[in-house]
């Protein structure tokens, strides 16, 4: 049975520990880290079988596991990554945006090649990655089209150094608060739009894929509209999302799909999709 370490204890870290408790994923969850020791423990008390708790992100992979998944923070995959590859484990991600800083990416990439380990990126809050995967060569153009209720984009970082002055709890209809392309969104957005860092990394890169941010304070949906181009024909892929009961900045299909991902890791079964 395979044994799974734990970076960030929040609300989806939660959900795939209970996964992992119940059964769900046939795998054991040996040790836990999170920056907050108080959440920390809050998971442990949630939990039959319990695991350890380590002092620092690094100890996580330094004990006997066989895959760290982060569910933290990009600064947590910028700090702990390399270090879980070093010691020779796999590393499943969430927090796909850090992947968008080449330096970081590139790192990575060859830290898996070095020691022969892989990382994980589940498909997130979108559906439709295994089709624009297989048509990555002959893609020529790929947008994405986010909404979200405003609630769920409070605390980004574009609201503290954008100059547009926007106020979240002053918007009354859909508006339009980012247009841009897929790096500088996921760096001022950071726990809120994953799903364009994972859509470029799947694509053609996250200079060229467009993105547009649209608060709605009538929605109660993460939707998200994809559109993509090329010699192969056009896709249109469009996903409403129940944003998570704990944390509105995530989508519950996040963790399902990490939940699944985590699944197929731990199983000798069929598997289905590329």
């Given at each position: 049975?395979?044994?799974?370490?734990?970076?960030?204890?929040?609300?989806?870290?939660?959900?795939?520990?209970?996964?992992?408790?119940?059964?769900?994923?046939?795998?054991?969850?040996?040790?836990?880290?999170?920056?907050?020791?108080?959440?920390?423990?809050?998971?442990?008390?949630?939990?039959?079988?319990?695991?350890?708790?380590?002092?620092?992100?690094?100890?996580?992979?330094?004990?006997?596991?066989?895959?760290?998944?982060?569910?933290?923070?990009?600064?947590?995959?910028?700090?702990?990554?390399?270090?879980?590859?070093?010691?020779?484990?796999?590393?499943?991600?969430?927090?796909?945006?850090?992947?968008?800083?080449?330096?970081?990416?590139?790192?990575?990439?060859?830290?898996?090649?070095?020691?022969?380990?892989t990382i994980y990126l589940p498909s997130g809050a979108i559906a439709g990655l295994d089709g624009i995967k297989s048509v990555k060569d002959e893609?020529?153009?790929?947008?994405?089209?986010?909404?979200?209720?405003?609630?769920?984009?409070?605390g980004a970082k574009f609201f503290e150094t954008s100059s547009s002055d926007i106020n979240l709890d002053e918007i009354n209809s859909s508006t339009?608060?980012?247009?841009?392309?897929?790096?500088?969104?996921?760096?001022?957005?950071?726990?809120?739009?994953?799903?364009?860092?994972?859509?470029?990394?799947?694509?053609?890169?996250?200079?060229?894929?467009?993105?547009?941010?649209?608060?709605?304070?009538?929605?109660?949906?993460?939707?998200?509209?994809?559109?993509?181009?090329?010699?192969?024909?056009?896709?249109?892929?469009?996903?409403?999302?129940?944003?998570?009961?704990?944390?509105?900045?995530?989508?519950?299909?996040?963790?399902?799909?990490?939940?699944?991902?985590?699944?197929?890791?731990?199983?000798?079964?069929?598997?289905?999709?590329?």
């Open positions: 049975m395979k044994r799974i370490g734990l970076l960030g204890c929040g609300a989806m870290g939660t959900q795939i520990a209970l996964a992992i408790d119940s059964g769900q994923i046939p795998a054991t969850l040996t040790h836990i880290f999170d920056e907050s020791k108080e959440k920390s423990a809050l998971l442990i008390e949630k939990l039959a079988n319990k695991p350890e708790i380590v002092e620092n992100s690094h100890l996580l992979s330094s004990n006997p596991v066989d895959i760290v998944v982060e569910a933290a923070s990009q600064d947590a995959v910028r700090d702990a990554s390399l270090s879980v590859l070093q010691n020779k484990k796999d590393l499943l991600i969430m927090s796909v945006g850090a992947l968008l800083d080449e330096s970081i990416y590139d790192i990575l990439s060859d830290a898996c090649k070095d020691f022969k380990k893609l020529e153009s790929v947008s994405i089209t986010t909404t979200k209720h405003p609630r769920s984009l409070k339009v608060i980012f247009d841009g392309i897929a790096k500088e969104a996921v760096s001022l957005f950071p726990a809120n739009i994953n799903v364009a860092a994972l859509l470029s990394l799947t694509g053609i890169g996250s200079e060229k894929t467009a993105v547009k941010i649209i608060a709605d304070p009538n929605t109660d949906k993460n939707t998200h509209h994809i559109e993509a181009r090329g010699k192969f024909g056009k896709m249109t892929l469009t996903i409403e999302n129940h944003p998570d009961v704990n944390n509105p900045k995530t989508s519950r299909l996040a963790i399902l799909s990490a939940i699944e991902t985590l699944r197929k890791y731990c199983s000798d079964d069929i598997q289905i999709g590329t």
